[in-house]
């Protein structure tokens, strides 16, 4: 299937050879609100950092579309955050997005590109069964970045993939203060135990930075023996390795930018508050 390509305006290129401006964001990108379960841990790294945090709502939800689609938006949207805020790092916080576009960004965008990828890894030593649950979009768990991470790490074990995206609007819905149907955690669920092995699943991949805003649902529908693993984490670990030593000018200009009607949207100010972000300006 056709991926698209993106094209590189010369200005995006990241400034090399000279001092690295404090107030440089990091640029922390996803479809919709996913991503603040990365800017959490990001904040416990490097509370000085100044952040832009962009939700792509007006395409929520990635997962729906093909990799086409995904590909062409992902890259023009970076192309253009990039060429008007000049980060001095961009993070793609979306699972689908990166399983897909995050090898072009990286080969036009001269910043330092972070992407998410399932923690099949990390799953795979967790394991006492040899049974892995994956939770994702249904555009994620068919990509073959999903066979080559399942070939390395998690050989000789089963893993069992389900496709949950009714996850991603529960997430975006208590995110902002509301109760999702508890139907919505069943059916996810039965979408792992129902395959086979899926009794023996001791260990569930969420597979989408929306996912872990869901664990006390999910761990109540799965019970007390499984246990859950993101790779939020780790890429905040990278994202402190690769700006280490790097000055910070503080956080007093972080923003959001959000695609569509966003910008006076009451509840979704209230949901980015607690990550200290107090304003939504449109792109």
Same mark, same amino acid.
């Given at each position: 299937?056709?991926?698209?390509?993106?094209?590189?305006? @010369?200005?995006?290129?990241?400034?090399? /050879?000279?001092?690295?401006?404090?107030?440089?964001?990091?640029?922390?990108?996803?479809? &919709?609100?996913?991503?603040?379960?990365?800017?959490?841990? %990001?904040? !416990?790294?490097?509370?000085? @950092?100044?952040?832009?945090?962009?939700? =792509? $709502?007006?395409?929520?939800?990635?997962?729906?579309?093909?990799?086409?689609?995904?590909?062409?938006?992902?890259? &023009?949207?970076? /192309?253009?955050?990039?060429?008007?805020?000049?980060? $001095?790092?961009?993070?793609? @916080?979306?699972?689908?997005?990166?399983?897909?576009?995050? &090898? +072009? #960004?990286?080969? #036009?965008?001269? %910043?330092?590109?972070?992407?998410?990828?399932?923690?099949?890894?990390?799953?795979?030593? +967790?394991? !006492?069964?040899? #049974?892995?649950?994956?939770?994702?979009?249904?555009?994620?768990?068919?990509?073959?970045?999903?066979? !080559?991470?399942?070939?390395?790490?998690?050989?000789?074990?089963?893993?069992?993939?389900?496709?949950?995206?009714?996850?991603?609007?529960?997430?975006?819905?208590?995110?902002?203060?509301?109760?999702? =149907?508890?139907?919505?955690? @069943?059916?996810?669920?039965?979408?792992?135990?129902?395959?086979?092995?899926?009794?023996?699943?001791?260990?569930? #991949?969420?597979?989408?930075?929306?996912?872990?805003?869901?664990?006390?649902?999910?761990?109540?529908?799965?019970?007390?023996?499984?246990?859950?693993?993101?790779?939020?984490?780790?890429?905040?670990?990278?994202?402190?390795?690769?700006?280490? /030593?790097?000055?910070?000018?503080?956080?007093?200009? =972080?923003?959001?930018?959000?695609?569509?009607?966003?910008? =006076?949207?009451?509840?979704?100010?209230?949901?980015? $508050?607690?990550? /200290?972000?107090?304003?939504?300006?449109?792109?």
């Amino acid at each position: 299937m056709s991926r698209g390509h993106c094209a590189s305006p @010369a200005s995006t290129a990241h400034k090399t /050879g000279t001092a690295l401006d404090p107030n440089a964001p990091i640029l922390i990108f996803d479809s &919709g609100v996913g991503g603040l379960t990365v800017l959490a841990e %990001v904040r !416990k790294l490097l509370p000085e @950092a100044p952040v832009i945090y962009v939700a =792509d $709502r007006a395409a929520l939800p990635y997962g729906d579309k093909t990799e086409a689609e995904i590909a062409a938006r992902v890259c &023009g949207l970076l /192309g253009r955050l990039a060429e008007r805020y000049h980060p $001095r790092l961009i993070c793609i @916080a979306c699972n689908t997005a990166s399983t897909i576009a995050l &090898g +072009m #960004v990286r080969e #036009v965008l001269e %910043v330092p590109v972070v992407g998410t990828v399932p923690a099949i890894k990390p799953a795979a030593a +967790m394991t !006492k069964t040899g #049974v892995i649950g994956l939770l994702g979009t249904k555009a994620t768990i068919r990509q073959a970045y999903v066979d !080559k991470l399942e070939a390395e790490f998690a050989a000789g074990k089963r893993l069992i993939r389900h496709a949950a995206p009714e996850l991603v609007a529960a997430a975006e819905l208590k995110l902002r203060g509301g109760t999702p =149907d508890p139907a919505v955690f @069943a059916r996810a669920v039965a979408g792992l135990r129902e395959q086979q092995d899926g009794d023996k699943i001791d260990v569930v #991949v969420l597979a989408c930075t929306h996912f872990p805003l869901l664990t006390p649902e999910l761990s109540a529908e799965f019970g007390a023996n499984v246990q859950f693993i993101d790779g939020a984490q780790g890429i905040a670990r990278r994202i402190a390795y690769l700006t280490q /030593g790097q000055p910070f000018g503080g956080t007093d200009q =972080d923003q959001a930018i959000a695609t569509g009607d966003e910008r =006076d949207n009451p509840a979704l100010l209230a949901a980015l $508050r607690p990550y /200290g972000i107090h304003r939504i300006q449109p792109l």
